[in-house]
C-alpha cells in the first residue's frame, strides 16, 4: 500500500479532499496492523483520512478518526514511532487539516486538529481541553491563536490576552489578535512593547522598518480608541492611514462599520460602496451594509447585494442577516428564521444577534429581544445592542432597567450624541421626565450639532408638550442645513397633526423626491390624502379588499 499512501498525501497537498477520503477508507481497512511498523501506519492512514474528511467539512468524522489515531499510537512503543515519524517526514506532509509538510504522527499536532473539530462543532469546552493538552513551549501561531479564541470564548480574558500576546510577538500582523486585545482594554503603549526591535544594521535602523512601524501603530490607536468608544478619534486615524494606503478595502470596510453604527449611515453607504467597487466579492460586513439598505427602503440596492451574496457564498452569517433585512418587509417570520440561521453558522456573530432582536421587537417578543441584545453585548457592546435592550426594556414597561442601561451606555460612551439622547428617551416616555429629557437632548444636540435623532426626539417632545410652533421652527431651522427626508416627513406629521393639510403635503412630497422610497413617506402620504377626502385613515378596509389582498400576499411567498 505504499504507493497509495504516497497518492493520499498527493491528494492531500493538492486539495482533492473527496478522492483522498475514497482513498482513505481503503488505507485504514487495510490489513497489516499486525506489528509495530503495521501500526505506525495504520495511525499514519488515520490522520490523513482526518485530514481528508476535515478538508471535505465532515467535522465529526474527522474527529473520530483523529481519536482513533491517538488511541492507536499509544500502544506504539515510542522508539518505532520516532523510526515512522523520521521516514514519513522525507514526504513533506503537512500538520494541520489542509496544509503542507506534515509528520507521519505529532501528538501536539493531532490535538490541536482535535480541537479544530470540535470548535467547528461548537464544543468550545472539549476544544479548549484538548488545546490546554499542548505545552506552552511548543505552541505555534495558529495554536496560540486557536486557543485565544477559546479562552475568551469561556470569558477567561486573562489568559486569552496571554495567548494573543505571543501571537503578536511571534507575528505583530496578527490584526485579529490586536482587534482583541484592544477590546480587552490593553493600552496602545502595551502593544508597542510587542513590536518586534528593529534589526541592526551598521547601527542605522532601516527605513522601511521605521515606516512599517509607524502605520501599525496607528492602526493600533484606531482600534483602541473604537475598543473605548471613541469613534470620532478612530475614525480620524483611520482616514489618515487611507492616505497612506489608497483603496484600502479592510481600512474603508472598518470605516464604514463604525460610522454604521453612530448613525451616519448615508456616509456608510458611500464607504461601502466603495468597497464593493474595488472587490466586488467582498462578505466581510455585507450584513451591516444590508441593513443600512433596508433602513433607507433602497430595495433595488438590496436586493442586488443579496443575490450577489448567495452567489459568492450562501452559507455565511453574512449572506443569513443579509436574506433577514430583505425579508423583514414582507415576512418577518422568515427574516427571523434567517437570523437564527447565521447563528447556527457562527454563534459569535454580532450583527446575528442584532438583527434577531430587532425581528423580535417588531413581532411584539421584547422578551426575547433582551436576551438577543444581551447576547450581542456579551460579544461586544455597542450603541445598537444598548439601543436595541433599552426598547426591549420600554417595551416590558420595566423603565428602571431601561434607565439604567441608558445610563451605563452613556458612562461608557460619555463623548457619544447618541448615549445622551438614549437617556433622554427613556426620560421621555413619563410626563414627569420631560423636562430631563428636553435637557439631554439638547445637550446631544450641543455636542453633535449634525446629529438629525436629537432634533427629531425634540420636536416630538415639543408636539406631546403642545409646542407645536417651536417643533415647527425647530425642524425648520435643520432643514436650512441638511435635506434630509427624515426632517421632511415630520414636519409633515406636524402640520398633520395641526390640520394645516397642504403644508403637509408638501413636505412628504419633498421627502420622497429625496428618498423615493421611504415608506414612512409613502405611508404618512396615504393618509393625508383620506384626511383630504374626509375619510378617517384608521377606518378598516372593506373586508373583499383585504381579501385581495392577503391572496395576492399568499401568492408573493408561495
Not at 224 to 240: Q, V
Request: glycine share 6%; net charge neutral; aromatic share 6%.
Amino acid at each position: 500500500m505504499e504507493a497509495a499512501r504516497e497518492s493520499m498525501a498527493a491528494l492531500l497537498d493538492a486539495g482533492l479532499f473527496g478522492p483522498a477520503q475514497t482513498l482513505g477508507c481503503f488505507l485504514v481497512s487495510s490489513a497489516g496492523a499486525g506489528n509495530d511498523a503495521g501500526m505506525s501506519m495504520k495511525v499514519e492512514s488515520l490522520v490523513q483520512h482526518g485530514d481528508a474528511l476535515y478538508g471535505e467539512r465532515e467535522f465529526r468524522r474527522a474527529l473520530n478518526a483523529y481519536k482513533q489515531a491517538m488511541q492507536y499510537s499509544r500502544s506504539i512503543p515510542r522508539q518505532a514511532t520516532s523510526s515512522t515519524r523520521s521516514s514519513v517526514s522525507a514526504t513533506g506532509r503537512s500538520p494541520s487539516p489542509n496544509s503542507s509538510n506534515l509528520l507521519s504522527f505529532n501528538e501536539n499536532e493531532v490535538k490541536f486538529k482535535i480541537a479544530l473539530c470540535h470548535s467547528a462543532l461548537c464544543e468550545h469546552r472539549e476544544a479548549l481541553h484538548e488545546m490546554e493538552g499542548i505545552p506552552s513551549k511548543v505552541r505555534t501561531l495558529k495554536m496560540n491563536m486557536m486557543l485565544g479564541k477559546l479562552y475568551r470564548i469561556s470569558r477567561n480574558s486573562r489568559t486569552a490576552a496571554v495567548c494573543y500576546k505571543e501571537c503578536l510577538r511571534q507575528c505583530p500582523y496578527v490584526f485579529e489578535a490586536i482587534t482583541a486585545l484592544a477590546e480587552m482594554g490593553l493600552s496602545a503603549k502595551e502593544f508597542s512593547l510587542l513590536f518586534p526591535q528593529a534589526p541592526n544594521r551598521g547601527g542605522k535602523v532601516p527605513g522601511d522598518f521605521v515606516d512599517a512601524q509607524r502605520w501599525w501603530t496607528r492602526y493600533v490607536e484606531a482600534q483602541c480608541c473604537i475598543a473605548s468608544h471613541d469613534y470620532k478619534g478612530g475614525l480620524d486615524i483611520y482616514l489618515e492611514l487611507m492616505q497612506r494606503f489608497p483603496n484600502n478595502v479592510h481600512i474603508l470596510l472598518e470605516i464604514a462599520k463604525v460610522e454604521a453604527i453612530i448613525g451616519r449611515n448615508d456616509e456608510a453607504i458611500m464607504n461601502f460602496e466603495k468597497a464593493r467597487l474595488i472587490d466586488p466579492n467582498i462578505m466581510t460586513y455585507m450584513d451591516e451594509y444590508a441593513i443600512l439598505l433596508k433602513s433607507k427602503s433602497d430595495y433595488v440596492k438590496l436586493n442586488k447585494l443579496v443575490h450577489d451574496m448567495l452567489h459568492i457564498d450562501p452559507a455565511r452569517p453574512e449572506t443569513c442577516v443579509a436574506l433577514a433585512a430583505m425579508w423583514k418587509r414582507k415576512d418577518k417570520r422568515k427574516a427571523l428564521t434567517y437570523a437564527e440561521k447565521s447563528l447556527r453558522v457562527d454563534d459569535r456573530h454580532i450583527t446575528g444577534y442584532i438583527m434577531k432582536g430587532n425581528l423580535h421587537l417588531s413581532l411584539n417578543r421584547p422578551d426575547l429581544a433582551v436576551t438577543d441584545f444581551r447576547g450581542a453585548q456579551e460579544l461586544r457592546a455597542d450603541l445598537r445592542s444598548y439601543q436595541g435592550l433599552v426598547c426591549a426594556y420600554v417595551a416590558l414597561s420595566k423603565c428602571k432597567e431601561a434607565l439604567f442601561t441608558a445610563r451605563e451606555a452613556m458612562k461608557v460612551m460619555h463623548q457619544s450624541a447618541k448615549a445622551l439622547k438614549l437617556v433622554g428617551d427613556v426620560h421621555a416616555i413619563s410626563s414627569s421626565g420631560r423636562e430631563k429629557a428636553r435637557k439631554f437632548y439638547e445637550s446631544a444636540i450641543r455636542l453633535e450639532p449634525g446629529f438629525l435623532g436629537a432634533a427629531l426626539a425634540l420636536a416630538d417632545l415639543h408636539v406631546v408638550e403642545g409646542r407645536n410652533k417651536e417643533a415647527v421652527m425647530l425642524l425648520e431651522k435643520y432643514l436650512r442645513q441638511w435635506a434630509d427626508d427624515s426632517l421632511h416627513i415630520k414636519l409633515a406629521q406636524v402640520h398633520a397633526s395641526t390640520n394645516m393639510l397642504s403644508d403637509a403635503l408638501s413636505h412628504y412630497q419633498s421627502a420622497l423626491r429625496i428618498n423615493p422610497q421611504n415608506e414612512a413617506a409613502k405611508n404618512g402620504l396615504e393618509r393625508l390624502e383620506k384626511q383630504m377626502k374626509g375619510v378617517d385613515p384608521d377606518a378598516p378596509e372593506e373586508e373583499e379588499e383585504n381579501e385581495e389582498d392577503d391572496i395576492d400576499d399568499r401568492d408573493e411567498f408561495i
